[in-house]
């Protein structure tokens, strides 16, 4: 295959070297990707560790680009011990051995809440590599081939923090030796070093004299210098744990004039207490624990306040705004001095402008305090504020991300709680971004707190304000959470929104049989409930389903129903889109000339409404219908028109699937060459969106293409991918189009087995009754007989 293209892909499992490929590899200077630098700032008053920094710098032997000593290299060490400041100072000192970039993320792997799935990290570094929002790939193994596709030729330092099973971290390994990748766990994650060569440095505690180095360096030019002994024994009192040092240090920073030896004794005092509490089994955590409690009591009423409060909080990360709602404060600008005092009291960590974290282990110990100081109904108002904050927030956001979708009818905000408000659609992204792992675990909490009103508004909320990349796979385990407390609460009108929303995100997932079951259970309810509007709307979806698994009858019947009902609600938008599908239906069924008329229709009304998406669907239903009656030019017109409306709209999703009637048309006109081109396009977006179905479309047109130009072998390797994806799939009638087509490739090499393709084709075709599933297997079983 000659020319040029903007994508790599390569068809898996075939074998001869069949390739999609460009003709001039880009350099790195004109590659439009960016380069990510996402490390965190480096640490503050970082000291010795010099012989852990010497092991790391061994894995960089290389100085002239080639492969590294080791590319994955696991820092594991109990918690508090500076796993994570060690990896960020070696990381910042090697970073321009890596020219390609740095990605960073925490994987919360012991985090008191939810841990990062891989697929949600793996999304975020796409992202950052360049991927367009809409064409991550939904499916965890495409999304983990194109990150690995992507740094294949790059030199990229990788730092997965807290991960806490090989799991999260596998998929996550680029596939070349020139990249590396730093792990930071608790755990030794010995898998990595038996599958992937993982080199592995313990962490200890910190030896004594490295122990007082830190707490010096920490409290210079705040007071005079302490006695040497002195400082050996408060580093002895902390376990010699970095987490606890600083924050011991920082304690005797924060009070220049107090002797040291009478800090010494609070802390011991307040040892002795959780020595008499504790089982005496893990030293060095009762150590930091007891600093912990030490740094906690020296704190403002209201800041303690506000530290457990904090510790309720959906997720380990907040914005300023949500800690006011946590708060029940009526000033976000008095919220903001209380977290700068935990900050300073090294309780928390500042991220980013108005943005916060935990330490895990702060965390948990938060969360403790509020159990023990907090009254029931202290805490249960607290969670309730944040929750209605999220909620009402992420309706705000939803305005602008899904205008189109119905927004929920919702109380008025409690009078204690201020939602923020978006100016713009990048905004209402942006905060839908950063905020949606704490809004999954949002719904999570609501749930287990029984605030089941709470827990599916939220729910039904984040299906239309998840920000456009988000991973298809995150919703539907919240949505059944939903839906669980829709059902307790005997809400049925609840219960058919988050059904009609579970349906259409089983179909991302190409899970048809469990979308198919969601929308009939909402359509039931709707008529129960009397509610014609949404009635129309679940009859379109099941359309949908029937569509996509070519029952043509069913989903002509179902569109035509809904069709009536969006007329008779004055729902013309939807009126309109429910006729291009049963356009789609009736083309299928290879009913011309219904379709020619119902496709006037849709047009005039798509246009009608300056609905461009509509329009460019519409006429891609079109150009098949002038191709197939032999307007090959007018068809391609069609096409091409289509395809520049999913560029204006920069909608890779339509990109994709409008290249495949391109394709088609390019064909019928003759245009080999552009047709290969258009099909390649496909090929990859779908790739990248972990469409295997249409992926497969895309190739079985390739294996087209080639069979005209005569270039049977390669026809009948396409084929073949694409017969065993539909086959992976359940798509019995593509499968048998593309056995239709292998078996006319090999047919000169081996009649023999041209006719067993033939054979297995009229098997699948045996139940589809449709006109042109017909006149398929007619012209299988006339193949069949001329060459027997």
Not at 4 to 33: C, L, M, T, Y
Not at 641 to 658: K, M, P, S, V
Not at 691 to 699: F, G, P, Q, Y
Not at 737 to 758: F, I, N, T
Request: charged share 25%; with cysteine.
């Amino acid at each position: 295959m000659s020319g040029s293209s903007r994508d790599v892909v390569q068809a898996r499992n075939i074998h001869g070297g069949i390739h999609f490929h460009s003709q001039d590899k880009p350099d790195r200077e004109s590659s439009a990707s960016p380069t990510p630098r996402q490390l965190p700032a480096d640490v503050r008053g970082f000291v010795n560790r010099t012989d852990e920094l010497g092991e790391l710098n061994a894995v960089l032997i290389s100085e002239d680009g080639g492969p590294l000593v080791v590319s994955v290299y696991v820092i594991a060490g109990t918690a508090g011990a500076g796993k994570t400041s060690l990896a960020l100072r070696w990381a910042h000192q090697v970073r321009e051995r890596f020219p390609d970039g740095q990605l960073y993320a925490n994987l919360r792997g012991y985090d008191p809440g939810e841990p990062v799935p891989a697929r949600e990290a793996l999304h975020r570094f796409l992202i950052s590599l360049g991927v367009p929002a809409d064409a991550v790939p939904q499916d965890l193994d495409a999304a983990a081939a194109l990150y690995r596709s992507l740094l294949a030729d790059r030199r990229v330092l990788v730092v997965l923090d807290n991960a806490a099973t090989v799991g999260q971290v596998r998929p996550l390994l680029p596939g070349s030796a020139h990249s590396l990748v730093l792990v930071t766990s608790r755990s030794r994650l010995s898998g990595l070093a038996v599958r992937d060569g993982a080199r592995r440095l313990t962490l200890g505690v910190l030896p004594e004299p490295e122990a007082v180095a830190l707490l010096r360096a920490v409290t210079a030019g705040y007071r005079p210098v302490d006695d040497e002994q002195q400082l050996a024994e408060l580093a002895r009192l902390c376990a010699r744990l970095p987490l606890a040092l600083r924050i011991a240090a920082e304690r005797a920073a924060s009070h220049p004039h107090l002797r040291l030896a009478d800090l010494i004794a609070d802390l011991r005092d307040e040892s002795a207490l959780w020595d008499a509490l504790s089982t005496g089994d893990d030293e060095e955590a009762e150590a930091v624990r007891t600093v912990f409690a030490w740094s906690y009591r020296a704190l403002s009423e209201q800041a303690a306040r506000l530290f457990r409060l904090l510790g309720l909080h959906p997720g380990p990360e907040f914005g300023l705004q949500a800690a006011t709602a946590l708060a029940g404060a009526t000033s976000s600008s008095r919220t903001r001095q209380l977290l700068d005092s935990l900050v300073g009291a090294h309780l928390l960590e500042q991220t980013a402008p108005d943005r916060y974290q935990f330490h895990d282990l702060l965390r948990a110990y938060a969360i403790d305090q509020a159990q023990q100081e907090e009254p029931p109904a202290e805490r249960e108002a607290a969670l309730y504020r944040v929750l209605e904050w999220y909620l009402h927030t992420a309706d705000a956001a939803q305005s602008w991300i899904n205008p189109a979708e119905d927004r929920l009818t919702l109380p008025p905000a409690p009078g204690d709680v201020s939602p923020l408000t978006f100016p713009d659609y990048d905004a209402a992204v942006d905060w839908a971004e950063r905020e949606h792992a704490n809004l999954l675990q949002a719904v999570r909490t609501a749930a287990d707190a029984r605030q089941d009103r709470l827990a599916w508004r939220l729910s039904a909320v984040l299906w239309n304000a998840q920000f456009p990349s988000a991973s298809g796979t995150s919703w539907p385990a919240v949505g059944r959470i939903g839906l669980e407390a829709a059902e307790r609460l005997g809400d049925r009108a609840a219960q058919g929104i988050l059904l009609t929303w579970l349906g259409m995100a089983h179909t991302r997932i190409n899970c048809l049989a469990e979308s198919l079951e969601c929308h009939e259970k909402a359509l039931l309810i709707r008529r129960e409930l009397g509610d014609r509007l949404s009635e129309a709307r679940s009859l379109n979806l099941i359309g949908l389903n029937h569509l996509r698994g070519r029952r043509l009858d069913a989903a002509a019947r179902h569109f035509e129903q809904a069709i009536a009902v969006f007329q008779e609600q004055d729902a013309a938008h939807w009126a309109a889109t429910a006729l291009s599908n049963l356009a789609t239906a009736h083309y299928r069924a290879g009913r011309f000339p219904e379709a020619a008329t119902v496709i006037d229709q849709a047009l005039a009304a798509h246009r009608a409404l300056s609905n461009q998406r509509g329009e460019g669907n519409i006429l891609r239903v079109l150009s098949d219908v002038r191709r197939e009656q032999g307007d090959a030019e007018g068809a391609l017109v069609f096409a091409q028109t289509a395809l520049d409306i999913a560029l204006g709209l920069r909608n890779l999703r339509l990109e994709g699937f409008w290249l495949l009637t391109l394709g088609a048309a390019q064909q019928a006109m003759g245009q080999s060459a552009d047709a290969l081109t258009s099909y390649q396009r496909s090929a990859t977006l779908h790739r990248r969106l972990a469409d295997r179905s249409r992926e497969a479309l895309a190739w079985q047109g390739v294996g087209d293409v080639y069979r005209r130009l005569g270039r049977h072998a390669e026809a009948a390797d396409f084929y073949r991918q694409a017969a065993s994806t539909h086959r992976d799939l359940g798509d019995e009638w593509h499968q048998a189009l593309a056995l239709d087509g292998l078996g006319s490739a090999v047919l000169d090499e081996s009649p023999e087995e041209a006719r067993r393709h033939w054979a297995q084709a009229l098997r699948l075709l045996t139940d589809f009754g449709d006109s042109r599933a017909v006149a398929a297997r007619e012209n299988i079983e006339r193949r069949l007989t001329e060459t027997s």
